[in-house]
Nanobody, 120 residues
Framework: QVQLVESGGGLVQPGGSLRLSCAAS????????MTWFRQAPGKQRELVARISSSGGANYADSVEARFTISRDNAKNTVYLQMNKLEPEDTAVYYC??????????????WGQGTQVTVSS
């Protein structure tokens, strides 16, 4: 069974940096687009950044030029480097993977989320 596990969240001061990781494991045949979402209290889940299997990336306007998404296909891992963090970035960050598992149809998988809190 495919699992996605996020790590790297925590408490950081405004202007600081964090690097999130999301590792996929299980009987994986192929991993396509990987996406980071976030959900702040009382708000809808929103797309933060996504990266295609070939490395093409897209970002939400609110994080453009501050966040960088990358992936290591050999490790089945996607990263989110977050710089110049602002209190408005406080949220639970979720990883989503478009994955083809052996013997099963291609579909999306979610991680459990990691909390990012930006506060002084």
């Amino acid at each position: 069974q495919v699992q996605l596990v996020e790590s790297g969240g925590g408490l950081v001061q405004p202007g600081g940096s964090l690097r999130l990781s999301c590792a996929a494991s299980g009987h994986i045949e192929n991993i396509y687009t990987m996406t980071w979402f976030r959900q702040a209290p009382g708000k809808q889940r929103e797309l933060v950044a996504r990266i295609s299997s070939s490395g093409g990336a897209n970002y939400a306007d609110s994080v453009e030029a501050r966040f960088t998404i990358s992936r290591d296909n050999a490790k089945n891992t996607v990263y989110l480097q977050m710089n110049k963090l602002e209190p408005e970035d406080t949220a639970v960050y979720y990883c989503n993977g478009d994955i083809k598992e052996l013997g099963l149809p291609r579909r999306g998988y979610w991680g459990q989320g990691t909390q990012v809190t930006v506060s002084s």
